[in-house]
Structure formats: structure tokens, C-alpha cells
């Protein structure tokens, strides 16, 4: 196994079609500059044959993947062998030894590539990584009605929403109304002193290049909770920011959105719904977890491996 540098465009080619749109070529591109001196590396793995590859980008003296994304890790061609996949991931680190540079790997939760991500935390693991541990929530689109799998308070909090006069409504992705939105998570995460990691120019570019979705949540005519949510693999929906605005938990407008944007995928027919991790370098948001499990959502674990340069 070996490892070669390519262009963006030879990747791009040799796969079009990611596990995620994180591992793309044009989400890469986009945040670029991201990095430190805009240093990308694209890589194939291979042995006369592409096995697969990584994009990795540089910065505090780190390659990581992703760079500046939910996660990261290997795109494969076909085969997932085990052999195939230690060899990869041997080549990727002797890659980052060579170069004097430490590697931080942030791998996709089990529903995206279960196959792939197992075997990954094994090899990271032997090749003498460190592991972080998150808890990321997924709802599973195919267990039927949201109302079906949903716990007895949420049930009881959502009919509570229900008779509060609250409207919720997929909005078009225009400028406008993805600053709607953005005052909210703002607004939101400042109350909770939570950073704010995009800034409205960088929220809005991305949203345009990925197709983004957007939903608002009205009462008396004010905004007061809303969603974005990325089309993130195959039959996933991933809520990239949601919240609601201070001042307002008593109409449980959290609840009502949560079953709107539920219904809306599995209309749709999507797989899963993907809400994200409920933890901060592996250290449990109690309260998120419980909101988190009275939606149905089920518990994966999200791996962020490390090796210091």
C-alpha cells in the first residue's frame, strides 16, 4: 500500500460520489482557506490499484479530517477488507510521521459507513491513536409516525405545543431567511455561552452549495425556533443547527419542530434523521441527551482519534 498526492480534480474524479458531503471535493474547496496557509492534501491509498483516499488539511502543526466539518475519515473504492483498511490508515499515519506533522481524525457515527467506521477504530487504535468518545443521536425515519416512537413527556409536551397557536414552515433558502434562522441559533447559543462557529456570509454560502434545508417556527408573528439541515449521505438528513429562542420553553416549540422536520424526511423518504452529538469532548450535555431520547432518538458513538506530531 501506498500513498500518492493528487490534484483536487483527480479525487474529485476518482470519487464523485462520498459516504458524506464532508469528504466531497467541493466542500473541501470551500472551506480551503480554512486552513493554515491553505494547505489541503489530497491523497490516494493504493497498491497498483486505488484502494482509497483522504483529504487532509493543515493546521496547528496537525493534519486533520476533516478540517473544518462534523467528521471526516476514509472515502473506499470497493474494497472494505480489513486488510485493505489497516493498510490505508498504516500508510495515512507513516504519511504524517513523515511530513512532522500529528493527525486528528474525526470518523463518521455507525449509520453513515458502520463496516468502515468499525474497522477504522480498530486500526486507529493499533497504530496508536488516542480516542475521544462523543455520543451522537440519530432518529431512525422507517419506525413509522413520530408520534409512535416518541416518550410519554414528549408526547404530553408536544400536545402542550399543539394548542399554543405555534406555526412551523419550511421556508425557501433565500439570504433573508437564512438570517431568520441565524438570529435564532445566535441568539440561542449566546444565552447558553455557547460560540457561534460560522459567521452569517460563511452560513449562507455553505447553505447555497449544499442544498441546504430551512424550517421556522412562528407565534404571534415572531420567530422563535427554527432548523438547518444538510443533506449529509445516502437516505441522511443531518440537523446541522436548531434551537429555539429564549424566553420561550413554556410553548415547547422545540417539540412541535421536531416532529415537523421528523414527518418532512420521512415523507420524503429518507433514512435517518441525524441530530448530532449530545456530548463535548466526550463530556455528556445531560439535558440534550434527555430531549434527545424523548424524541426516540437512538445513541451511536462518534470517534475522534489522535496522534500528536
Same mark, same amino acid.
Given at each position: 500500500m501506498m500513498i500518492n498526492a493528487v490534484t483536487s480534480r483527480e479525487y474529485g474524479i476518482m470519487f464523485p460520489c462520498p459516504p458524506h458531503i464532508f469528504n466531497g471535493v467541493a466542500f473541501t474547496e470551500h472551506n480551503r482557506h480554512k486552513c493554515d496557509d491553505g494547505d489541503v492534501r489530497y491523497l490516494f491509498a493504493g497498491d497498483g490499484k486505488v484502494r482509497g483516499g483522504i483529504i487532509l488539511g493543515r493546521r496547528d502543526g496537525m493534519l486533520h479530517s476533516p478540517f473544518s466539518a462534523p467528521f471526516g475519515g476514509l472515502t473506499v473504492s470497493r474494497s472494505r477488507r480489513f486488510e485493505a483498511v489497516d493498510g490505508m490508515w498504516r500508510e495515512i499515519v507513516? $504519511?504524517?510521521?513523515?511530513? /512532522?506533522? /500529528?493527525?486528528?481524525?474525526?470518523?463518521? #457515527?455507525?449509520? $453513515?459507513? #458502520?463496516?468502515?467506521?468499525?474497522?477504522?477504530?480498530?486500526?486507529?487504535?493499533?497504530?496508536?491513536?488516542?480516542?475521544?468518545?462523543?455520543?451522537?443521536?440519530?432518529?431512525?425515519?422507517?419506525?413509522? &409516525?413520530?408520534?409512535?416512537?416518541?416518550?410519554? &413527556?414528549?408526547?404530553?409536551?408536544?400536545?402542550?405545543?399543539? /394548542?399554543?397557536?405555534?406555526?412551523?414552515?419550511?421556508?425557501?433558502?433565500?439570504?433573508?431567511?437564512?438570517l431568520r434562522l441565524y438570529n435564532i441559533i445566535r441568539t440561542n447559543h449566546l444565552s447558553k455561552g455557547r460560540p457561534m462557529w460560522m459567521e452569517p456570509d460563511d452560513v449562507i454560502s455553505t447553505a447555497m452549495l449544499v442544498k441546504a434545508d430551512f424550517f421556522l417556527l412562528m407565534h404571534d408573528g415572531a420567530d422563535i425556533a427554527g432548523a438547518m439541515v444538510y443533506p449529509a449521505g445516502e437516505g441522511i438528513a443531518q440537523v446541522v443547527y436548531w434551537g429555539d429562542m429564549p424566553g420561550y420553553s413554556e410553548l415547547r416549540a422545540m417539540n412541535l419542530l421536531a416532529e415537523y422536520v421528523y414527518e418532512y424526511y420521512r415523507r420524503a423518504g429518507m433514512r435517518l434523521l441525524d441530530l448530532g452529538p449530545a456530548t463535548e469532548t466526550g463530556v455528556p450535555n445531560y439535558g440534550l441527551c434527555v430531549f434527545k431520547e424523548s424524541l426516540g432518538a437512538e445513541p451511536t458513538l462518534k470517534y475522534t482519534m489522535m496522534l500528536q506530531g
Open positions: 507513516e $504519511y504524517c510521521r513523515a511530513e /512532522g506533522l /500529528g493527525l486528528r481524525v474525526t470518523l463518521p #457515527p455507525e449509520p $453513515y459507513a #458502520p463496516e468502515l467506521t468499525v474497522k477504522s477504530v480498530s486500526a486507529l487504535s493499533r497504530l496508536g491513536l488516542t480516542p475521544t468518545l462523543d455520543v451522537s443521536y440519530n432518529l431512525d425515519l422507517g419506525r413509522g &409516525s413520530f408520534r409512535d416512537g416518541i416518550s410519554r &413527556s414528549c408526547r404530553k409536551l408536544l400536545n402542550q405545543a399543539s /394548542g399554543n397557536g405555534l406555526s412551523v414552515a419550511k421556508v425557501v433558502p433565500v439570504p433573508e431567511n437564512i
